[in-house]
């Protein structure tokens, strides 16, 4: 092994660790590892910026603002929603559900749809007094699962198009991958809607958990005209960093105040409303001028008016909230909205809410403003922005949303027919939809993922040191080295194991790009189609089912379904196990 060789190697396995431990945003760790690569010299500037030219990092790019503008549209939300509530028991619910929904990733990406999906279906759960557990960690399964049909179901399967052009093979069509993608999810469901059916566990709702528990930690207390701080804001009374409650509404005699704000006044008759640790209620009582009304009879929907809402958000992984309080990122102040709690591991959290750090996956139970979900539902800062409430289904649809379905299947039937490749049926689609005013600049900013876009075009660069430096040679030899006594279906098994652990820990679009030239050395050495390699770099990089961090669509339902760790690894085991079996066989029949 070359010192090149040896410096790669150890900044790969350094970028795998620091990716399990979360020290920073997974795109910037990636792009820190390529800077290096590039400073080294193992790296020209050329190779180090080939990735941001791929074809497939340009594909996806270009599918996010398509997919950003169907979902735009409501029109695929509406029709699910009415389909679904025609459904009387949960089986039967899962089957109308889950079918079209795995066949509607298979043309759209997958992180939109559940996006899009996830407060639909919580709110008809909550309605029919079934656990939302019960159907969020399946929706995340069924769009991974029908994501493995086609070319464009996910960026993984794009990014591995892109890269076999780049090595001068031939990429995948459009329907490659369903010969393999279509047997995976049939079976993947059918075990979901019986024995994964059993496994799933009955967690209430995070929204059913407050409700209930409200009085626990919601109180309020009457301001006299003996206050020393009538008329005074809410800072220099004090009321803003009390240790364990929060002010979170101010209810007065000519409407309410929420959120409330430092600069707030108060005022004689004001009954303020306080969100945390009840316990230390006893120190504000003995403040001159505030009494506790016990006995009250508020409740959280009481706190809602014709301006303001109750809303579950659950954070993102690209938020600017991360890793910092409340208090330090000034959320009142930057999005108009009070924190009443924060919902993590299905745990509700009730120290104090201003200074907890905010982790990527929870759910945040926000009293905010009536235009909240609107401004924020496509935010970088969260997966999910929903009401507690059922919210009102478009019924009217204008051109606009007719014009993007139907833009998008056309351009399927273009790429189907090979008139126009995956990148050039994209670019069209997304020049017709600017022509039409569907889509505007600051919406293709907001629907353009660039953290993954910047973890794809850097873990090409990566690939490429890999090769270059003949380390992708040598693990290929040494796993054929292990694998040999087993013969090629034991490689097949080991390469397929290895991928798949990757993709639970790292990003699935990094393991495949990482794994992918181990993948054509393999191929090269054993004189076989690299194209079964191809294949199966994909599937196991996309089959993410054990935890809640390998995969977007695991960590937006985390939250709102109330899970814990142990959840997707009971469900997931078998269900990952399935997938594999059903893959290596397939694969080793066709192509091996």
């Not at 639909?120 to 929706?139: D, V």
Request: proline share 3%; charged share 15%; glycine share 8%.
């Amino acid at each position: 092994m070359n010192m090149d060789m040896m410096l790669v190697l150890i900044l790969i396995v350094s970028m795998l660790v620091c990716l399990i431990v979360e020290i920073a945003r997974p795109g910037m760790i990636i792009f820190s590892v390529l800077v290096i690569l590039l400073l080294a010299g193992i790296l020209t500037p050329r190779e180090a910026l080939s990735g941001f030219s791929n074809e497939g990092m340009m594909t996806v790019a270009l599918l996010f603002i398509v997919a950003g503008a169907v979902q735009k549209s409501g029109m695929t939300d509406y029709i699910v929603e009415k389909w679904l509530r025609k459904s009387q028991t949960e089986t039967g619910a899962m089957v109308r559900f889950f079918v079209p929904i795995s066949m509607l990733s298979a043309f759209l990406n997958n992180t939109p749809i559940v996006v899009t999906f996830t407060p639909t279906i919580k709110n008809w759960c909550e309605e029919r007094g079934i656990a939302p557990s019960k159907f969020l960690i399946p929706l995340s399964y069924a769009t991974i699962l029908g994501g493995t049909i086609t070319l464009m179901g996910t960026s993984t399967n794009i990014v591995v198009h892109g890269m076999l052009l780049d090595y001068g093979l031939d990429g995948f069509s459009l329907f490659t991958l369903s010969a393999v993608g279509i047997p995976v999810t049939v079976l993947g469901l059918f075990f979901l809607f019986t024995i994964g059916k059993r496994l799933l566990p009955d967690h209430k709702g995070f929204s059913q958990q407050v409700k209930e528990g409200a009085k626990e930690y919601i109180a309020e207390m009457n301001v006299g005209t003996n206050y020393p701080f009538v008329d005074q804001s809410v800072a220099t009374a004090g009321l803003s960093n009390l240790e364990g409650l929060y002010l979170i509404e101010i209810i007065r005699e000519s409407g309410r105040v929420s959120p409330v704000r430092n600069s707030t006044i108060i005022q004689a008759g004001d009954r303020l409303i306080f969100a945390g640790k009840i316990s230390t209620m006893a120190e504000l009582q003995k403040m001159n001028g505030l009494t506790l009304r016990t006995g009250t009879d508020l409740e959280l929907d009481d706190l809602k008016n014709g301006s303001t809402h109750l809303v579950e958000a659950v954070v993102s992984h690209r938020s600017g909230l991360l890793s910092k309080s409340i208090k330090q990122s000034q959320f009142r102040a930057r999005f108009d909205a009070g924190v009443i709690a924060l919902h993590r591991n299905n745990e509700r959290i009730q120290s104090k809410v201003s200074d907890i750090l905010v982790k990527p996956g929870d759910t945040l139970l926000l009293l905010a403003g009536a235009d909240f979900v609107e401004k924020y539902e496509r935010s970088n800062d969260f997966y999910v922005v929903s009401r507690l409430e059922t919210p009102d289904v478009l019924n009217r649809f204008s051109w606009k949303s007719w014009f993007s379905i139907a833009l998008l299947v056309f351009m399927i039937l273009f790429v189907s027919f090979g008139l126009f490749s995956m990148l050039e049926a994209m670019a069209l689609a997304v020049i017709l939809l600017i022509i039409a005013k569907i889509v505007n600049a600051e919406e293709i900013m907001k629907n353009m993922q660039f953290d993954v876009l910047l973890i794809i075009a850097s873990s090409l660069g990566i690939g490429v040191a890999m090769t270059k430096t003949g380390l992708a040679d040598m693990l290929a030899s040494g796993l054929i080295t292990v694998g040999e006594p087993f013969g090629i279906i034991g490689i097949i098994i080991i390469f397929y194991t290895l991928t798949n652990l990757f993709t639970e820990f790292i990003t699935n679009s990094a393991a495949a790009v990482l794994m992918l030239p181990i993948g054509l050395e393999l191929a090269n050495t054993l004189h076989v189609d690299p194209m079964g390699f191809a294949i199966l770099v994909t599937i196991a990089a996309s089959a993410s089912f054990l935890t809640p961090i390998g995969y977007q669509t695991n960590l937006i339902v985390y939250g709102p379904g109330g899970y814990t760790f142990f959840d997707y690894v009971r469900i997931g085991t078998p269900l990952s196990l399935l997938v594999m079996v059903t893959a290596i066989t397939v694969i080793y029949t066709i192509w091996f």
